[in-house]
């Protein structure tokens, strides 16, 4: 049984941000692979209009085949109450809707105000409960940790926003360092407040390595009692190295991480790894990023047992 | 007044994995540049055979210009009794002896047993109080979280190892990841049992990021206690992200770790990106690393002070 769930966000968060678009038939081995190597939860694409995101276009066909896979939970983000409505009727198992805490963001990002997003957070639950029921719902507060428009986000702001979430019927709201700002003891101090106020509807931790501290937070996030974490396989989706990107934590290197701690991902790290051959066949000469892939597994290593 | 203390190592263990040779004017520019920037205490070469380590030849050079430096603790690394007595002819600071947890490793490095390398630190300790009573022994114990040929090393022979040094005489003993196999548990568990063996005594955390948990690792051992950390400006000495590379924690991130999490360090980061440039400047093209140095710091960022 594992401990942790990684949550792997490569074929929504890594593919929206490539300029190329990978074929459906593509994305489809990467999840098999994910999955083969004991992934059990892929947000697999966004319920976005095509001509925005032409990248997720195909999202309805590569639902129906993560759908196939056992014990999988396939999830998808969707912005708004159309994109909902069109997941719900693909057959997810769990929608993630970012609320951003960051007044300016959540304006410059999909020009609503922050209270018109929990309107929107509260339509989509009104929608679950009539057309699908069993379908869970995350809001994922972006820019909790701080933002590029506004600097400082306030942490009154970020508790109050889980709140109001939770209150408008997500299942669960977790935390997002959307741009890389965040550090360890922020993140003991923010997850630990919203913990407070929402209890066990606390979700994931969805951290960056802008600037190297995404393990570091991932850590610090697991001491408070976090136990999910999202992560893009080889880090797609913009150089966790550079200015500006995406940068990801690493799957590769957070489930090390977490095995190398004697704390069970159940993801097989050798599977993982090689599930990055889809990827590249998928995206051919696209950077992925990762040290664990690059280092190899230190000697004696073994999974599922403490190094003594 | 810092509450951790950054002691940097790129003029030893960084240059000492460069094939090139810095000019010792070079090195003084850069020494004077990271003191500029606020730290206090630097490794700055190792006493060793010139015809073994020609980047080493001017120590002597090297360390006397550091002298100069107010409030500097000028640190060298000894491997014998040798490079002791020259150490303490140059008017050093302090000395670090590294000694070898892993059997296998201590017989191929320096073909001695473990127990050979304890008399040494002995012997050290007895020529220190002739000739040099003010100069401070530190006594690193390499590989204490696996070797890259024996595999793990068991705590015990870390445990007592760390107590066989203070015996001898070291003033400290700190613990090294030399092969980039630590976890964070590991750290927390390793530290506290050397602390509850040789309690005040317990140096330095020398982590590496061979596999990405550097920082992981520095934010583990602060959580226990540790409060002197290595790191190497720009993780001189090796690509961390690359196999069999020194992989040293680079100083600007672990620096904004601690900055961003209202620990100070002393240092200011602004000073210390710029102290690249006379790195560069002797070792033109050498590539260098880190993260924080390439996304800059975040918006509304202000040393000494938690982000909001």
Redesign the interface.
């Known amino acids: 049984m594992s401990e942790v769930l990684i949550s792997e966000v490569g074929p929504r968060d890594g593919l929206q941000s490539v300029q190329r678009t990978m074929a459906t038939a593509d994305k489809c081995r990467w999840i098999d692979a994910l999955h083969a190597a004991g992934v059990r939860e892929i947000e697999v694409g966004s319920f976005v209009p095509a001509k925005l995101l032409p990248q997720m276009a195909d999202v309805v066909e590569v639902v129906r085949h993560a759908l196939t896979l056992p014990g999988l939970t396939v999830m998808a983000l969707v912005p708004n109450l159309r994109g909902a409505r069109a997941a719900f009727a693909a057959g997810v198992h769990k929608i993630t809707i970012p609320v951003s805490a960051s007044a300016a963001h959540s304006l410059a990002n999909v020009r609503k105000t922050r209270e018109q997003m929990v309107a929107e957070v509260r339509e989509i639950a009104a929608l679950r409960g009539e057309l699908a029921p069993q379908v869970k719902i995350e809001a994922g507060i972006s820019t909790a ?8 986000v ?2 009154d702001d970020v508790v109050w926003l889980a709140a109001q979430v939770v209150a408008a019927g997500a299942d669960e709201s977790g935390l997002s360092d959307t ?3 965040a ?4 993140v003991r101090r923010l997850f630990n407040r919203v913990r407070a106020e929402i209890g066990e509807r606390t979700g994931a931790a969805h951290m960056h ?5 995404g ?2 937070n ?3 996030a697991y ?1 408070v009692g976090v136990r999910t974490f999202d992560s893009s396989l080889g880090g797609l989706g913009g150089c ?5 990107a995406s940068g990801n934590v ?1 799957t590769e ?1 957070l489930v ?2 977490f095995e ?4 069970r991902t159940g993801v097989d790290l050798g599977q993982l790894i090689a599930a990055r051959a889809p990827l590249l066949a998928g995206l051919p000469g696209e950077p992925v990023y ?3 892939p ?3 597994l ?4 073994t999974q599922g047992a ?3």
């Open positions: 940790f701080g933002c590029t428009i506004q600097g400082p306030p942490e741009t890389g700002m550090n360890p003891a922020q390595n802008t600037r190297g501290l393990l570091a991932c850590l610090a001491d966790p190295y550079a200015p500006g690493v290197d090390f991480m190398a701690m004697g704390v990762g040290m664990t690059e280092a190899g230190p000697r004696g290593f403490l190094l003594v």
